[in-house]
């Protein structure tokens, strides 16, 4: 869509009604090289990565959150985050696609049911943002992921058809780049099943763009209580006066908000950073849920850390600030979530972390040996056990040239 007029990025230090107009921001998001100079001096690295991601995986950034980027430093954790780097192209061979088989888990279109009781409903491939480590890198923005009412239908009947099913998790994308008409129809929909308990839904909209938080919402998030959302900040830059008037106004709604991080190396992979992040999150009363291990997602390599960093930051916390501060780490794997403690993780064998799963079933991560000045944490060295699930090195990988069209 072209934007009518471009937004002066200088505006918000007026914090105009203009300004907070989510739509507007949506209109006026940066995604050409041109417009993302007014925000930064772009590096040769960054030029040079915008044109060579083109066709790979989308970018876009709001206005609202390209203003919080440091213009001079290029190493800055909003704008690694957001601003495509040549590192997404190197050779990668441990990047999948689809590294949690989520779409063998999923029985209809776009519905992830991995779990007896829960599911995550992916209701739109939209997002107003789109962050360069994405989970769902393969999906989001793609034309063949975009849900039609009649394909949400029939994820719809499909819970409805699973009495086993009593939480729903609306993920995508972003759920809140719905409108409000159609995200009421959604939630009503799914709130008319006898047996969903609770709704659920993962945004990171009160990041990215906290305008979207409008009294309108919230009045269609509270009539089908109990409705939770989980955002996803990652650093303590993100968490602006702005970003929390809006959660407080999904709190006065009674919906509770939790937090899901992922640890990104060289944003937020050290205690000083994610102490300061989850204290600033109680402050906001936002509940640290989960701290996510970087997935294997091609072209993201270079922020994944060693789980031996993730749990020697869990120890440095534990014990050190307010209980209900610390996330829960955990690494996602085909065969579920599982915690990123000693009682799942067997040990290292070279490069990969063996784990138990809660299913019972061994996990072997690929995983980058830990730098030799740096853990608290060292694992037993083990052998790699025979016929263990893992990620096939070098198998599938993402490439420019494997990338659906359409992106
Ligand atoms: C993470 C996840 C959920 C929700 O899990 P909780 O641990 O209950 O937050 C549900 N379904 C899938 C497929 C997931 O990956």
């Known amino acids: 869509m072209k934007a009518p007029s471009p937004i002066d990025p200088n505006e918000p230090l007026a914090r105009s009604p203009q300004w907070r107009d989510w739509r507007r921001q949506m209109r006026n998001r940066v995604h050409d090289e041109e417009t993302l100079g007014r925000y930064v001096r772009l590096t040769d690295d960054e030029r040079a990565a915008l044109a060579a991601t083109k066709g790979v995986f989308r970018w876009n950034i709001t206005p609202y959150y390209a203003a919080l980027m440091d213009p001079d430093d290029p190493d800055c954790p909003i704008r690694r985050q957001m601003t495509p780097r040549m590192d997404e192209v190197a050779p990668d061979i441990v990047g999948v696609v689809d590294p949690l088989e989520e779409v063998a888990h999923s029985p209809v279109k776009n519905l992830i049911h991995n779990y007896p009781d829960r599911v995550a409903f992916c209701v739109t491939a939209e997002c107003a943002i789109y962050c360069r480590y994405c989970l769902r890198k393969r999906m989001v923005g793609d034309a063949d992921f975009m849900m039609r009412k009649a ?104 919906v509770p908000v939790g937090n899901q991080t992922v640890l990104l190396r060289g944003i937020n992979d050290d205690a000083a950073t994610m102490k300061a992040l989850c204290e600033g999150l109680v402050r906001m009363r936002v509940r640290p849920y989960y701290l996510y291990q970087a997935q294997l997602i091609g072209g993201t390599a270079h922020f994944r850390t060693a789980i031996e960093t993730g749990m020697a930051i869990m120890e440095a916390l534990q014990g050190r600030t307010t209980g209900f501060a610390l996330p829960k780490y955990v690494l996602d794997t085909p065969f579920g979530k599982v915690p990123m403690t000693r009682s799942y993780v067997l040990g290292r064998a070279g490069d990969h972390v063996v784990m138990r799963t809660p299913r019972g079933r061994l996990w072997a991560e690929p995983n980058p040996v830990p730098p030799g000045d740096a853990p608290a944490v060292t694992l037993p060295a083990i052998a790699l056990p025979e016929g263990i699930a893992t990620i096939p090195t070098g198998a599938r990988a993402f490439a420019p040239e494997a990338a659906p069209e359409g992106r």
């Open 151 to 254: 394909e949400l239908r029939e994820g719809i009947d499909y819970i409805a058809a699973h009495p086993e099913i009593r939480d729903v998790l609306l993920t995508g994308g972003d759920p809140l780049t719905h409108n409000d008409a159609h995200l009421d129809w959604l939630l009503g929909a799914l709130r008319a099943i006898p047996h969903v308990e609770v709704l659920r839904l993962g945004t990171r909209l009160p990041v990215t763009l906290p305008y979207r938080i409008t009294p309108e919402l919230c009045a269609v998030l509270e009539k089908h209580h109990p409705v939770w959302v989980n955002t996803h900040f990652n650093h303590p830059k993100e968490l602006t006066e702005d970003a929390a008037e809006a959660v407080d106004r999904l709190l006065r709604a009674g």
